[in-house]
């Protein structure tokens, strides 16, 4: 992928062909006109149920759960659209919830899109501008999702409104909408490109990881004035405004920099030491708990489990040395079931099966399908016979 001269590294639709017609859309999404028509008019205070989920400092997030018929929708858009590596090629500089890429000119150490791959293009840096998008979501509207779908994708008028209905909440964006970070990541597709190769001719690196702005420099006393101006000018082209409380310049001195919570200090991003010391204390408990009168077998210990799982295999993500011992101690104590996990196993398996003629193809259908296969993996650490059984019965009630 060339980054320099007329062939800017940006978003692009790779694909010849178009959503020209209503009947292409119906034909791409695999659906009806009907159950387009049918979305399109449940009552907005029906479409989105608000979810509210406490952070750190006592504020809250809101998070919109969509309604089961238009959520069945935006996964279609995701999957035949925005995640479909046959329609748009993602650039270097933009991380989150997209699909991972194939890199040319030694880019390889950027192909997954995440944030340790994100953190990674800032390795080695002497300076760090780090900016954030205020309410970055709410200010995505109506407008520049309908010019993603229009100009970018090249999507009829007539198309490009139905889906940029189906995407937003009243006039913008909301965090929860499945298309929501797609959306995010392609709001500045005509600006961004740009931007990135102005600041690369001035020795600098920019990453966008949904809203969190990054630019690095390999020097450190550089003036950031110039790389400011440059991004919030892009930002305001959108009408997104900048955190100014989150725009901070940071500086190597007796605190290591870091970009979304990983030092970079080194050739590869690492995790911080005294996070590395709490993942081994959360490891000591877990066994603590684990040695507890049959508290293996119940939920609580289930839960704490998993979540100590997930911050271990982080380890793994930036290939700490600590990884494989503290897994293989994980592995020693995994949760174990109880004869209350085979009663709810059946009866969620009864559930399925009560369910699975009308109603297979929803996308709730399949999340308890799935759940129950979890449940599984739990049971027949101890009920090999009988999790093999519940198999064979699932095999019928596969969701379509």
């Known amino acids: 992928m060339n980054l320099v001269g007329n062939n800017l590294d940006i978003p692009r639709k790779i694909s010849t062909g178009a959503i020209a017609s209503l009947n292409s859309l119906y034909n791409t999404l695999g659906c009806t006109e009907s159950e387009i028509t049918s979305v399109l008019n449940i009552p907005p205070d029906q479409l989105y149920t608000e979810i509210r989920i406490s952070?750190?400092?006592?504020?809250?997030?809101?998070?919109?759960?969509?309604?089961?018929?238009?959520?069945?929708?935006?996964?279609?858009?995701?999957?035949?659209?925005?995640?479909?590596?046959?329609?748009?090629?993602?650039?270097?500089?933009?991380?989150?919830?997209?699909?991972?890429?194939?890199?040319?000119?030694?880019?390889?150490?950027?192909?997954?899109?995440?944030?340790?791959?994100?953190?990674?293009?800032h390795c080695g840096a002497r300076s760090l501008l780090k900016l954030d998008v205020e309410n970055f979501f709410d200010n995505i509207h109506y407008d520049v999702v309908y010019a993603v779908f229009s100009d970018f994708l090249k999507c009829s008028s007539d198309v490009s409104d139905i889906l940029s209905r189906l995407c937003c909440k009243g006039e913008h964006l909301v965090q929860g909408a499945l298309t929501s970070s797609y959306l995010a990541s392609l709001c500045l597709y005509d600006l961004e490109g740009a931007v990135a190769e102005r600041l690369r001719r001035k020795g600098f690196v920019y990453t966008r990881l949904v809203d969190d702005v990054t630019v690095s420099s390999k020097k450190l006393n550089v003036d950031f004035t110039f790389a400011r101006n440059t991004v919030v000018s892009m930002l305001e082209g959108k009408d997104l405004p900048v955190n100014e409380s989150k725009t901070k310049v940071h500086r190597v001195s007796t605190v290591?920099?870091?970009?979304?919570?990983?030092?970079?200090?080194?050739?590869?991003?690492?995790?911080?030491?005294?996070?590395?010391?709490?993942?081994?204390?959360?490891?000591?408990?877990?066994?603590?708990?684990?040695?507890?009168?049959?508290?293996?077998?119940?939920?609580?210990?289930?839960?704490?489990?998993?979540?100590?799982?997930?911050?271990?295999?982080?380890?793994?993500?930036?290939?700490?040395?600590?990884?494989?011992?503290?897994?293989?101690?994980l592995e020693r104590i995994r949760p174990l079931p109880s004869f209350r996990d085979i009663a709810r196993a059946k009866g969620m398996i009864d559930r399925l099966r009560s369910d699975h003629t009308s109603r297979a193809h929803t996308h709730w259908y399949k999340t308890r399908y799935h759940k129950v296969l979890e449940r599984l993996i739990v049971l027949q650490r101890t009920y090999k016979h009988v999790s093999y059984e519940f198999r064979v019965e699932l095999k019928g009630l596969k969701p379509i």
């Not at 309604?67 to 650039?91: A, C, G, M, T, Y």
């Open 55 to 121: 952070k750190a400092g006592g504020k809250q997030r809101v998070v919109y759960n969509p309604h089961r018929l238009l959520r069945r929708l935006q996964k279609k858009i995701n999957e035949q659209i925005f995640s479909n590596s046959d329609v748009i090629s993602w650039p270097c500089y933009l991380y989150g919830s997209i699909p991972n890429q194939n890199y040319e000119d030694g880019l390889e150490i950027y192909s997954r899109k995440d944030y340790v791959s994100c953190a990674a293009r």
């Open 256 to 329: 290591p920099l870091s970009v979304h919570g990983l030092r970079i200090g080194f050739s590869t991003p690492r995790l911080p030491a005294d996070e590395v010391r709490r993942i081994r204390a959360a490891v000591r408990n877990i066994e603590s708990l684990a040695t507890e009168s049959n508290y293996r077998t119940t939920h609580a210990y289930r839960h704490e489990f998993n979540r100590c799982m997930g911050r271990v295999n982080k380890l793994l993500r930036v290939e700490h040395s600590q990884h494989p011992s503290l897994a293989s101690r």
